[in-house]
């Protein structure tokens, strides 16, 4: 009888595992919402507002073209679609690890004399870099398959 259960499960996790290879990125992200981000000049607190608001824990940060360096050297654009000019271009992730550690870092000159209430108060495009992730941006053609996808991030990230 166990033996019996045990290949029925074996089974089913094949035929899941088979249905996940043929899955593309765009078919795992239907019905999702929208990309949120926040601006350059947006503060650490609106950040922390903007992924509680979201339930997110991390958001690219997007700034007017041609005045930033992306993470990495990127040049992660959006562009309007009738017209294709540049509209903004997405200079990195911020994380809340980023925060934290931006928060927990006592060598900031920020600490003294304001706290917690001055560090809030700084541009989010300041702290962007203060964990790794930050420092790495990655787009993919929604038509890559899923297992692909997985693939190109634990390699490259």
């Known amino acids: 009888m ?3 259960r045990d290949e029925q499960d074996a089974d089913a996790a094949a ?6 290879v043929e899955k593309t990125v765009k078919d795992v992200l239907v019905n999702k919402r929208r990309l ?10 609106d950040t922390m507002n ?13 700034a007017p073209p041609g005045q930033w360096i992306g993470a990495g050297g990127s040049m992660i654009v959006e562009s309007d679609k009738q017209t294709g000019v540049v509209r903004k271009h997405y200079m990195g992730m911020v994380t809340m690890l980023d925060i934290v550690a931006y928060i927990a870092d006592e060598d900031d000159d920020q600490m003294v004399g304001g706290g917690l209430e001055k560090k809030m108060m700084v541009p989010v495009s300041s702290i962007i870099g203060h964990s790794l992730e930050g420092l790495s941006l990655w787009t993919l053609n929604p038509n890559t398959r899923y297992v692909g ?6 390699t490259y990230a």
Do not use: H, I
């Open 2 to 4: 166990q033996q019996r």
């Open 15 to 20: 035929r899941s595992t088979l249905r996940l």
């Open 36 to 45: 949120v981000e926040v601006p350059y000049t947006a503060t650490v607190g």
């Open 50 to 62: 903007a992924f509680v608001a979201n339930k997110v824990v991390a958001m690219p940060v997007a």
């Open 149 to 154: 996808s997985k693939l190109q991030l634990t």
